[in-house]
T-cell receptor
Framework: GESVGLHLPTLSVQEGDNSIINCAYS??????FIWYKQESGKGPQFIID?????DKRQGQRVTVLLNKTVKHLSLQIAATQPGDSAVYFC???????????FGTGTRLTVIP | GAVVSQHPSRVICKSGTSVKIECRSL??????MFWYRQFPKQSLMLMAT?????????EQGVEKDKFLINHASLTLSTLTVTSAHPEDSSFYIC????????????FGPGTRLTVL
């Protein structure tokens, strides 16, 4: 029979605008969260991480927000550029485990 | 930063053959490595944890006899897809935790496997 795969949520933004990508995680015991960027045909690239004792962390042009009450994580990209076009995944470490569990991902398309 | 390499980057094989994929940590040692599989337009799914000097730990639903993992040294883990079938076609990605911070995962560039 025909198989139906998951379809990535998509987000399109104009170049120069800010982007917000959201992620809901499942394990309330997870204490470490990471955002990865994945370009087509490549492995995931680390963007920014945050521990559960924080609710906000900033990097260069990126900010991660963590809301443990509703188990929600977001990635904000300021002044989005065409090079930011990729699929973005959130990942959690599942309560101190070494391995990571990935969210479904969001495809970001930046319109020049 | 730490670098993880994979070889080959792409492989095409006939159904029924076996394919070996290598994952190397280039400038650090990794007693643990992780193997993920990613189907088109889907997320990464953890297949197994490769442990140097001991047996790999497989996730539920992953056949250990089909996906053989050998952690030969502190810098090399191999994944062998035995008797490959078209449904095994996927993007296989390995990762290794950092030597000083095991929370940090360094990912390889991935291997695209196509089984005809």
């Amino acid at each position: 029979g025909e198989s139906v795969g998951l379809h990535l949520p998509t987000l399109s933004v104009q170049e120069g605008d800010n982007s917000i990508i959201n992620c809901a995680y499942s394990n309330s015991a997870s204490d470490y969260f990471i955002w990865y960027k994945q370009e087509s045909g490549k492995g995931p690239q680390f963007i920014i991480d945050i521990r559960s004792n924080m609710d906000k962390r900033q990097g260069q042009r990126v900010t991660v927000l963590l809301n443990k009450t509703v188990k929600h994580l977001s990635l904000q990209i300021a002044a989005t550029q065409p090079g930011d076009s990729a699929v973005y995944f959130c990942a959690e470490n599942g309560a101190g485990a070494n391995n990571l569990f990935f969210g479904t991902g969001t495809r970001l398309t930046v319109i020049p | 930063g730490a670098v993880v390499s994979q070889h080959p980057s792409r492989v095409i094989c006939k159904s029924g053959t076996s394919v070996k994929i290598e994952c190397r940590s280039l400038d650090f040692q990794a007693t643990t490595m992780f193997w993920y599989r990613q189907f088109p337009k889907q997320s990464l799914m953890l297949m197994a944890t490769s442990n140097e000097g001991s047996k790999a730990t497989y996730e539920q639903g992953v056949e250990k006899d089909k996906f053989l993992i050998n952690h030969a040294s502190l810098t090399l883990s191999t994944l062998t897809v035995t008797s490959a079938h078209p449904e095994d076609s996927s993007f296989y990605i390995c990762s290794a935790p950092g030597q000083y911070s095991t929370d940090t995962q360094y990912f390889g560039p991935g291997t695209r496997l196509t089984v005809l």
